[in-house]
Structure formats: C-alpha cells, structure tokens
C-alpha cells in the first residue's frame, strides 16, 4: 500500500504539500485541520493510503495512530482536560476525505455536535 497521486492526505502526510504539523514518525503524520471545530482539531493520518478504518489497516499501523493520538494529546496540554477522537468512515458517516484520518479533538467543552 502507498501513496495516492490522486489524495490530498496522501501528500501532506509525505510532505508533498506542507501543512501545520503537530507529530510526525515513520508511520503516520499529524496535523492541524484547516476548518477547525474546537481549539485544538488535528488529523492523524497514515502515510500509506488506507480508504478507512475497514480497508485493511495492518496492526502496526492502528497502533502508531494510536500513539499518535496520545503524542498529539500531550503536545497541545489536553491529556488531563480530555479529548475526543472521531472516525468517520463511508457515507452515512460523511466522510468526505477518502484518506484514513483520526480528528483528536479538545481544548474546549465537546457537545455532541462535534465531529
Ligand atoms: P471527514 O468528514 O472525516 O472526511 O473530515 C475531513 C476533514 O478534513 C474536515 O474536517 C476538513 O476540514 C479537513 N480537511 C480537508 N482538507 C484539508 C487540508 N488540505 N488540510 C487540513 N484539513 C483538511
């Protein structure tokens, strides 16, 4: 599995397109969301191309976005204040990037409006 020519996460998260990023390692690649819904809104996402949650994403890499989460948590002070973590996946979910991403969101009170 790689890159996408064709995806917009694909080539910020290889750094094709430079973005705002929070936390980075072989993996995966963190970085802020453009139309943020809270203080702190940023997108986990894999560097190889995965559609979504159920595209077959290898155990290694789930567990390097997980980490990520957690790196992304301590680096915008919201570990002790909470945060969510949001998956949309296919069309009643209303994904509209078809590149796997992770919103971690926080730094606010989350109602259930958000994400
Ligand atoms: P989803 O509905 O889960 O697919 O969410 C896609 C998210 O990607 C939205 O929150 C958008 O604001 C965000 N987004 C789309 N394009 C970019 C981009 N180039 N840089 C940062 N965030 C983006």
């Given amino acids: 599995m790689a890159m996408h020519d064709d995806c917009i996460f694909c080539k910020i998260a ?3 397109i430079e973005s705002d990023y929070i936390y980075e ?7 802020r969301d453009m139309s943020p819904l809270a203080p702190t809104h ?4 894999p ?8 595209d077959g994403v290898p155990a290694e890499t789930a567990a390097a976005l997980l980490h990520a989460v957690d790196e992304v948590a301590k680096a915008e002070g919201i570990t002790e204040s909470g945060f969510r973590v949001v ?7 209303g994904q509209a990037v078809h590149h796997l991403h992770l919103h971690v969101l926080g730094g606010c009170r ?6």
């Fill in 47 to 54: 560097k190889d191309h995965y559609a979504d949650l159920a």
């Fill in 42 to 45: 940023v997108l986990v996402v």
């Fill in 110 to 115: 989350l109602t259930d409006d958000f994400a």
């Fill in 25 to 31: 390692d072989n993996v995966v690649a963190a970085f």
């Fill in 87 to 93: 998956a949309n996946a296919g069309g009643d979910a």
């Fill in 14 to 16: 290889n750094h094709v």
